[in-house]
């Protein structure tokens, strides 16, 4: 019997994390996070050891299966595996954890509750990627907001309460939509009911109820992604997380909304996709320029890039709603490289207010010549997520502009204007991550926070942590193949039903073939288009 890869990498760190209240410490919290890092190490090795041993790249289908029975009267069972849609997130999950822990070293209030509930996210966020079941699903989508919550009102900032209420009222208001579609497309067609994926994925959904099954999905979906207007807890629970907890929030909790949208939108409701794709695209641009202009203007630094964070996962919109091989391969990658840009920002905010103990640019300024290696970091990390050739973030945006712009599913007019926006936000991260830089490192000394803050420079730990981010960071940029690679297979079966779907919404509609969607939406076809058989 082949070692169950998946299910240790979710349950290890869960059991583990049940046994810190038994670990010796005096404390301050010393045993604790040694305990807690090699934990995370160990979970991080069980998900590379899952990749090596059991998955194969060029495989499509499900890999590293594992099904157990639950409940077989309610058609209920443990059920986890992996494809290119999921590998790579449980990858970066793990791996972003782990130096999330690492992160956490300076934590000496609670550090035993801190790092039970860092531990218990690592499990659940690996077992939303994993599971292969919509009620496992939602149950690990749930495990994962408790934490969060915790992680906000204990150890966040001076509004921490108010941040961390608003986190959990989107998101557990939001995933009432998950649980609502899930049991919807689990009992149609009456029988037994079913909530695996691949039995899901059997059933021939009408087009109106895959229709009333996606806008809900969207709508919880672009609640974690963020998709604008359903964004403003998200900087508010930046403003106040720690350094730990931003490099969850915007390394693996926004990758699930992206995630969830591949799975459960574009895989298992086909038809409804290639009628909201023209929106997706919409909504990214929306994404891009508006989360783009609002940094800009921020004058507290963990905003600022926490409407970056917003404005780059605008990529990913576009990449889902490009139905192109390309477009949609550069959403995946988009997802990776922002899990390590956005980690690596966020770290170096915390270090950088641990020294200033402000988060106010108007009280920065000069430090440069005090903190030089914070300095390099920082511009190496903002060069990233400005997307510098070289570094991932520009293969990934280049692969989701070329896929959208070469898409034979859109009109001409319609992709220059979309393409021409999204410049325009491209333009403006430069722009506003540049004049930061020069606002915190260089210009006129602030006297006070010279005189009163321990500015000292980067500390060992703290570089350790930005090299192991850079290296995929620019291991990616230079050799893309070594992310693309492990989901392209996958990718290519995805488009391959998109495709199918689009072939049969012409016919539904009399489109005839090779006619562009963008034109027929605009002129008055919408209602047409979406109107569909009976629900059920």
């Known amino acids: 019997m082949a070692f169950p890869w998946l299910s240790a990498s979710i349950l290890f760190p869960i059991g583990a994390a049940l046994l810190i209240p ?42 590293l299966v594992e099904r157990v029975e639950w409940l077989p009267d309610l058609g209920l069972a443990w ?34 509750l801190f790092f039970f509930l860092l531990l218990a996210m690592d499990g659940g966020q690996i077992a939303v990627f994993a599971v292969q079941d919509m009620l496992l699903f939602f149950l690990a989508w749930e495990l994962e907001l408790l934490p969060v919550y915790l992680l906000l009102a204990i150890w966040g900032g001076k509004k921490r309460q108010y941040a961390a ?5 989107y998101t557990a208001g939001s995933s009432l939509f998950i649980l609502l579609a899930g049991l919807g497309m689990a009992f149609y067609g009456g029988g037994i009911p079913t909530f695996e994926y691949t039995s899901l994925a059997a059933k021939e959904f009408s087009t109106g109820f895959q229709v009333l ?73 929306v994404n891009i320029i508006y989360a783009a202009l609002t940094s800009f203007a921020q004058r507290n630094l963990k905003r600022k890039i926490a409407y970056s964070s917003i404005s780059h996962m605008g990529f990913v919109l576009i990449g889902i709603g490009s139905v192109s091989a390309l477009g949609t391969s550069g959403a995946m990658l988009q997802m990776v490289s922002h899990g390590l840009i956005g980690a690596s920002l966020f770290f170096l905010v915390g270090a950088t207010y641990d020294r200033t103990h402000t988060l106010q640019l108007d009280d920065m300024g000069g430090v440069g010549q005090k903190m030089r290696k914070m300095f390099a970091l920082w511009t190496v990390c903002s060069l990233a997520s400005l997307a510098l050739p070289g ?36 333009i403006l991260t430069p722009i506003y991550l540049l004049s930061m830089l020069r606002e915190i490192f260089f210009g006129k000394e602030n006297a006070e926070l010279a005189s009163h ?15 192991c981010l850079l290296v995929p960071i620019i291991g990616i940029g230079l050799y893309p193949r070594l992310m693309t690679d492990t989901y392209r297979a996958s990718m290519e079966r995805l488009v391959g039903q998109e495709d199918k779907a689009m072939a049969h919404l012409r016919e539904a509609t009399g489109l005839p073939g090779g006619t562009p969607l963008a034109p027929f939406l605009a002129s008055g076809g919408a209602q047409a288009l979406l109107r569909a058989p009976a629900v059920g």
């Open 22 to 63: 038994f670990v010796p410490d005096e404390g301050d919290g010393r045993k604790v996070r040694w305990y807690a890092l090699g934990i995370a190490l160990i979970t991080f090795l069980l998900t590379v050891g899952g990749y090596l041993n059991g998955y194969d790249p060029s495989v499509a289908g499900l890999q």
């Open 391 to 426: 570094m991932s973030g520009f293969v990934a945006e280049l692969m989701v502009f070329v896929g959208f712009a070469t898409s034979e599913v859109y009109s001409l007019s319609f992709r220059i204007v979309m393409a021409v926006l999204a410049a325009v936000g491209v």
């Open 453 to 467: 803050s321990n500015l000292v420079d980067a500390e060992p730990r703290e570089i350790y942590v930005i090299s």
């Open 79 to 112: 059920s986890v595996g992996a494809d290119g849609l999921s590998m790579p997130l449980i990858l970066l999950t793990s791996f972003i954890t782990a130096l999330a822990v690492l992160a956490a070293w300076p934590v000496t209030f609670k550090p035993r």
């Open 165 to 169: 209420t608003k986190f959990i009222l």
């Open 213 to 285: 099954c996606y806008a809900g999905l969207l709508i919880a979906f672009g609640v974690k992604l963020p998709i604008v207007p359903l964004h403003t807890w998200l900087p508010d629970a930046h403003g106040e997380a720690t350094a730990p907890v931003h490099m969850l929030l915007a390394g693996i909790l926004l990758k699930m909304g992206g995630y969830a949208l591949l799975r459960f939108n574009c895989q298992l409701l086909p038809d409804a996709h290639v009628r909201f794709a023209p929106l997706l695209v919409v909504l990214g641009v």
